[in-house]
Nanobody
Framework: QVQLVESGGGLVQPGGSLRLSCVVSGFTLDDYTIGWFRQAPGMQREGVSRISILDCSTHYADSVKGRFTLSRDDAKNTVYLQMNSLKPEDTAVYYC???????????WGQGTQVTVSS
């Protein structure tokens, strides 16, 4: 019943911006964490950022710090990843995941493609 759906990916030029969305359904507890991950072809999956739905505390990977920003909507069922100053190395499939304990991700979305290219 728990479902995560990502959207908002696309093709942008270097220096451009995208906003990804992660919509969570079927999960009633309001104290959980949404994490964003990305995986490029031939590369390992890496953690990008995470946000606590309860208190909005956030963490960012060094590679995206200062460029990406997390937020959530008032209903606490959608998390946004605002991506600015995009670089070609940001190109990847981006996934959101839901977890209750740090580094234990219980549910995953299907991913959305982000391509940064001139």
């Amino acid at each position: 019943q728990v479902q995560l759906v990502e959207s908002g990916g696309g093709l942008v030029q270097p220096g451009g911006s995208l906003r990804l969305s992660c919509v969570v359904s079927g999960f009633t507890l309001d104290d959980y964490t949404i994490g964003w991950f990305r995986q490029a072809p031939g590369m390992q999956r890496e953690g990008v950022s995470r946000i606590s739905i309860l208190d909005c505390s956030t963490h960012y990977a060094d590679s995206v710090k200062g460029r990406f920003t997390l937020s959530r909507d008032d209903a606490k069922n959608t998390v946004y990843l605002q991506m600015n100053s995009l670089k070609p190395e940001d190109t990847a499939v981006y996934y959101c995941a839901l977890g209750l304990v740090k580094n234990e991700w219980l549910y995953w979305g299907q991913g959305t493609q982000v391509t940064v290219s001139s």
